[in-house]
């Protein structure tokens, strides 16, 4: 299978605070997560598709506001409807109010934030661009239970 991947950068916001300090939480990287989850099953199959659990998250390291994230996820696995993915947050600037309020650091070796893996489904009927994933046997085979798919 082709490695399909996806990768976004961005700046967090001073208005995206939700701690003292400038202290960014989780829920955010998470959410990048999803949008990254989003543009790696358009590229699959041509549908966003829906985002059926997180199977791990690891929270590692602070974001704060100033700091530059890249959210990367990629298909490792892919069953009939599911798409097995696994993502990794990286911290790649840093803010450093310590020295004055705009300044910040690009750092050397990025600081992984946060890593996760997670199970998205896109429903076969809603499938397209098909000839873009060779389907691979998926031993996990329980999508539907979870999921009413009419």
Known sequence: MEKITSMLRLRISHKDTHYGGGLIDGAYVVHLFGDVATELLIKSNGNEGLFLKYTDIQFLAPVYAGDFIEAYGEIYEVGNT?????????????????????????????????????????????????????????????????????
Not at 106 to 119: M, T
């Open 82 to 150: 599911s798409r097995k993915m696994r993502f990794e947050a990286r911290k790649v600037v840093a803010a450093r109010p310590d020295i004055n309020p705009s300044a910040a650091d690009f750092l050397d070796e990025p600081i992984i934030v946060c890593k996760a893996s997670g199970i998205c489904v896109i429903p076969k009927e809603l499938q397209r661009n098909r000839n873009v994933i060779t389907t691979i046997h998926d031993t996990w085979h329980s999508v539907s239970d979870y999921l009413d798919l009419s």
